[in-house]
């Protein structure tokens, strides 16, 4: 089997690289893969002491954490470096389920060696991150067909040259948990290959070697048409990650939200935000166009603005909001893994940082430079970011782009 840190063997040998948690002896040995639906672990026995345990495979978000597990009672062994999630310990892991959600196997090529990139994970952005991994084993292991485990609300984003898609029907909800349908699913393929590897999934791969256009079928904004496509930009208004333009805002539309009234208010008062900004801009740079997106009622936004919330995803609508972020030069939104797309096809952002996600910084952009128009084309802003300095970010991000670039990419060696 090759030997590569970004190819997990599976099969014939399974990846058995660390010690019994138990006696200390190398190498337990590879019992059996389990694919429980997010979590993507083995089964092994200790060839010392006898211990059977279950452990994480070094995929996924577990990659730097793995835990492990005595099959007898679930007492759990956490790693060295840390403590680590001890995912069988909860309920939804207590009682395997059966279900299949209708999973299907999609052949575009048939290959004896496959990697397996299972993109199964409760979070939305997490399903993202993780099928952007396939780029890599599509140009760099040719020879190894790549087998994408998938939800499918996420199937059309699946990229031409894969050799098969496992697609299920599965909420992201669902993807916690002990899914033993999946798991039989997998195994009933298991026979048809000679050689199996997993791909670790990473959560944040390099992004500006990505080309977004091959998972979406949309072309992105090209820095080269910055200055000649029409300006346009995209509010990425969302009903549940909301722009609050003050603390005392927040905590009101918290305490009204805990006693049942007025739950809508804030996000009226995030339409005003958003209609604000958007006059601003529109009084330094009068032929910029608009659209808003986002899961959220439609309505309230100025004459001529294209409104394309909804609270009902479709292909259609993906697609819709895919081609207006493709036409944006700026994308302006609340953090969140609803910018990941944006960013992947907008030129740049504005982003309004919660305090609390300070920790989080760029995780949900799609970093598509590798130098200082990073800086320029990506701007956070203060959680409580008023109208006008959103709206400032904006205007500069078009007055002052051509001397930018010009400085920055263009006057240097
Ligand atoms: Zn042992």
């Known amino acids: 089997m090759l030997q590569d840190r970004h190819l997990i063997p599976l099969k014939p040998a399974l990846y058995n690289d660390f010690a019994c948690p138990e006696c200390g002896a190398l190498r337990p040995e590879g019992v059996k893969v389990m694919v429980l639906g997010k979590q993507t672990a083995a089964e092994y026995k200790c060839r010392e ?47 395997p389920s059966t279900e299949r959600y209708n999973g299907r196997r999609k052949v575009f090529k048939e290959y004896k060696r496959i990697v397996i990139l299972n993109t199964i994970d409760h979070l939305y952005g997490h399903v993202l991150l993780k099928l952007f991994n396939a780029q890599h084993y599509l140009d760099e292991h040719p020879d190894i067909g790549l087998v994408v485990i998938v939800p499918k609300m996420f199937e059309w984003l699946v990229p031409d040259g894969v050799a098969e898609s496992w697609v299920f029907d599965i909420k992201l909800k669902e993807a916690w948990g002990w899914n033993a349908g999946i798991d039989n699913f997998v195994h009933e393929q298991w026979h048809r290959y000679d050689e199996i590897y997993l791909a670790p999934g990473y959560s944040h791969p390099e992004f500006s070697k990505i080309d977004i256009e091959r998972f979406s079928r949309v072309k992105p904004m090209e820095l080269d048409e910055y200055l000649t496509a029409p300006p346009h930009i995209t509010f990425v208004a969302r009903r549940d990650r909301l722009w609050y333009s003050s603390p005392f805002t927040k905590f009101v539309h918290r305490a009204l939200k805990k006693v049942g009234l007025f739950a809508d208010i804030a996000v009226w008062w995030q339409d005003r935000l958003v209609a604000n900004a958007i006059s601003e801009v529109r009084g330094q740079i009068p032929e910029a166009t608009f659209t808003v997106v986002g899961l959220a009622k439609p309505g309230g936004m100025p004459a001529g603005v294209e409104d394309l919330r909804t609270m009902r995803m479709s292909l259609e ?44 910084i760029v995780q949900d952009i799609s970093v598509r430079y590798d130098d200082r128009m990073q800086l320029f084309l990506y701007r956070f802003t203060d959680e409580f970011a008023t109208s006008t300095s959103i709206a400032r970010h904006v205007i500069s991000m078009f007055k002052d782009y051509g001397i930018y670039r010009l400085d920055n990419r263009v006057n240097i060696f």
Not at 62 to 81: G, M
């Open 317 to 360: 609508t993906e697609l819709a909001w895919c081609h207006a972020y493709a036409k944006s030069q700026v994308a302006v939104g609340v953090h969140g893994s609803n910018m990941i797309l944006p960013t992947a096809h907008a030129a740049g952002c504005v982003e309004i940082l919660p305090y609390d996600r300070y920790g989080n």
């Open 49 to 95: 002491c006898g211990l059977d345990l279950v452990r994480d495979l070094p995929a996924g978000f577990t990659v730097d954490l793995p835990i492990a597990w005595r099959l007898s009672d679930k007492k759990p062994y956490h790693p060295a470096n840390g403590i680590a999630e001890d995912w069988a310990a909860y309920p939804d892991y207590q009682v």
